[in-house]
């Protein structure tokens, strides 16, 4: 049997798990690019503090954090979509 009509057999007697499992990678995706969003932001701080810190590189690392950050939200939002899903299923 092909991998996808496997998945899609298990997505169809147990929708809930699958749909659970899926905010689940989605959950941690996003967490995780939260913390590294904040360790990264921290040691660029602690640079930047530093005698020899350099300033132009501050402006399009901080929007890139923004990035990161917003990303990261959206993909913790979409975990709380989907398991808000799972329980109507």
Known sequence: MPFFQAAWVMYMNN???VL???ALFYALCG???IIATQLRTAR????LSSPSGVMEEAASAQRGNRLFMRVGGLCLG????LSIASALV
């Open 15 to 17: 929708s809930a798990l």
């Open 20 to 22: 659970n499992s899926l």
């Open 31 to 33: 967490g995780w690019l």
């Open 44 to 47: 660029a701080v602690r640079l």
């Open 78 to 81: 979409l975990a709380l979509l």
